[in-house]
């Protein structure tokens, strides 16, 4: 596509559900980063992968965060019983390549109530 | 772990006024690039630096990097309202991969 996708947009859920958050990235894009962002904050790096290699997953803040990547092309993150700290713009971005910036989607916004 | 510094946290200027912001890495950066978000918006690259004392032009926008490619900043010259956003840097260390690190980021207003 021409530009990261990410669904949904908007995302309520109850406290202690499970969420899964989609990620399109650019097609050929090789690197897919997930960030979180909470209102008026900085950028949280929770998960990163480059190609084939083994993710790296040291930014996920607990064991009920996971995050695969099928096929080297879309990416889902997965949040297990969720908590109102979780409550977050989740922000997905791709790059073409090892030197590149890159593109942000329009971030899924999750509220935990 | 890298850690990257941007100073000022907010800032507010009069339009037309200058603006620079300041980015700092606890280690030796490979490459650094910036990014612009506005209000309720997402990232969206600016530009990438990668050598050493290297200088770039984008309008009234100009990135450099440090000599020691440990520093780097952005300056605004004659500040618009559109300029308003909030500035991230994010820098890559020499590992085998670029993961970036993302600065704190500063907080642009501009008053009419």
């Known amino acids: 596509g021409a530009g990261v996708s990410q669904s949904p947009s908007n995302k309520v859920t109850e406290k202690g559900k499970d969420v899964e958050l989609r990620c399109d990235p650019i097609s050929g894009h090789t690197a897919l980063y997930w960030y979180r962002q909470s209102l008026g904050q900085g950028l949280e790096f929770l998960i990163y992968?480059?190609?084939?290699?083994?993710?790296?997953k040291s930014g996920l803040p607990s064991d009920r965060f996971s995050a695969e990547r099928t096929g080297g092309s879309v990416s889902t993150l997965t949040i297990q019983r969720t908590q109102q700290e979780d409550s977050a713009v989740y922000l997905c971005?791709?790059?073409?390549?090892?030197?590149?910036?890159?593109?942000f989607g329009s971030g899924t916004r999750l509220t935990v109530v | 772990g890298q850690q990257v510094m941007q100073i000022p946290q907010y800032q507010h200027v009069q339009e037309g006024e200058d603006f620079t912001t300041y980015c700092n890495s606890s280690?030796?950066?490979?490459?650094i690039q910036w990014y612009k978000q506005r209000p309720g918006g997402h990232p969206v690259f600016l530009i990438q630096?990668?050598?050493?004392?290297e200088v770039k032009k984008q309008k009234r926008l100009t990135f450099q990097f440090g000599e020691a490619k440990k520093n780097s900043s952005l300056h605004i010259t004659a500040t618009q309202t559109t300029d308003v956003g909030t500035y991230f840097c994010?820098?890559?260390?020499?590992?085998?991969?670029?993961?970036?690190?993302f600065g704190t980021g500063t907080k642009l207003q501009v008053i009419p």
């Open positions: 280690t030796t950066l490979s490459n």
């Open positions: 992968f480059q190609g084939n290699s083994a993710p790296d």
């Open positions: 971005a791709s790059s073409p390549r090892l030197l590149g910036g890159y593109t």
């Open positions: 630096l990668v050598k050493s004392g």
């Open positions: 994010a820098g890559s260390n020499s590992g085998g991969y670029q993961k970036v690190t």
